[in-house]
């Protein structure tokens, strides 16, 4: 089964950089679209990016809020999709996670069904 694990989380200034990694337990990860969620505390999950398996052409989504600051990319030889964030606000602060399932819904958790137990990101002077 499908086993998710995001690393990569911290405590940043604003203006920082930060890169996550979310890696995958099964050595067919290249058919797998991931997505990255997070929760900001007293929010709902914000989906904001989704990147495609590279067998459906390793598309890519991107939500206004991050779009110019983040950037997905994945390389399937290490089983990892990782989220490259820069120019971090106090508004990114947030537990991320990553999740597999479809990019067609890529905002939608429920339709999303494997999940990492998430990352902490920290965005304060």
């Known amino acids: 089964q499908l086993q998710l694990v995001e690393s990569g989380g911290g405590s940043v200034q604003p203006g920082g950089s930060l890169r996550l990694s979310c890696t995958a337990s099964v050595y067919n990860f290249n058919y797998y679209d991931i997505a990255w969620f997070r929760q900001a505390p007293g929010q709902e999950l914000e989906g904001f990016s989704c990147?495609?398996?590279?067998?459906?052409?390793?598309?890519?989504n991107i939500a206004d809020s991050v779009k110019g600051r983040f950037t997905i990319s994945r390389e399937d030889a290490k089983r990892t999709v990782y989220l490259q964030m820069d120019s971090l606000k106090p508004e990114d602060t947030g537990v991320y996670y990553c999740?597999?399932?479809?990019?067609?819904?890529?905002?939608?958790?429920?339709?999303?069904?494997?999940w990492g137990r998430g990352t902490q990101v920290t965005v304060a002077s």
């Open positions: 999740t597999a399932g479809s990019c067609r819904s890529w905002t939608r958790p429920s339709d999303f069904g494997f």
């Open positions: 990147i495609s398996s590279s067998s459906n052409g390793g598309g890519k």
